[in-house]
């Protein structure tokens, strides 16, 4: 049985990322096991790991679900974060993207539902 989900976002500089993803995640990480590594608890199951791995770093793609796109977007930018345009799918899905410093794709989704 799978207990737990961990999306990871490979960086070149665990420095400059950490201080991005603090502001993004709006906290600072939940644990640091090694230099190369912090990690975030972002649901009850779901973890976010930012791993410095420079030959991969930029091509990841995360994606969260929110209850309140536009709010979690005021938020952002409130930190100083430029999220991009809400952007409506099918079936009453929103989304919208940033970038992390490396190009790495995070993606927040409203109107989510795990059955369609």
Same mark, same amino acid.
């Given at each position: 049985?799978? @207990?737990?989900?961990?999306?990871?976002?490979?960086? *070149? @500089?665990?420095?400059?990322?950490?201080?991005?993803?603090?502001?993004? %995640?709006?906290?600072?990480?939940?644990?640091?096991?090694?230099? *190369? %590594?912090?990690?975030?608890?972002? *649901? /009850?199951?779901?973890?976010?790991?930012?791993?410095?791995?420079?030959?991969?770093?930029?091509?990841?793609?995360?994606?969260? /679900?929110?209850?309140?796109?536009?709010?979690?977007? /005021?938020?952002?930018?409130?930190?100083?974060? /430029?999220?991009?345009?809400?952007? *409506?799918?099918?079936?009453?899905?929103?989304?919208?993207?940033?970038?992390?410093?490396? +190009?790495?794709?995070?993606?927040?989704?409203? +109107?989510?539902?795990?059955?369609?």
């Amino acid at each position: 049985m799978i @207990d737990h989900v961990l999306a990871v976002s490979a960086v *070149t @500089d665990i420095g400059v990322a950490r201080s991005w993803y603090e502001r993004l %995640l709006g906290r600072p990480p939940t644990n640091e096991p090694m230099p *190369t %590594l912090v990690e975030w608890r972002v *649901t /009850a199951s779901g973890w976010l790991q930012v791993f410095v791995d420079p030959e991969r770093a930029g091509s990841g793609f995360v994606n969260f /679900a929110v209850d309140d796109l536009e709010g979690f977007r /005021a938020d952002l930018i409130d930190r100083g974060l /430029a999220p991009g345009p809400v952007v *409506t799918a099918d079936k009453g899905v929103q989304f919208s993207s940033i970038d992390d410093p490396d +190009g790495n794709r995070i993606t927040w989704i409203g +109107g989510f539902r795990p059955d369609y």
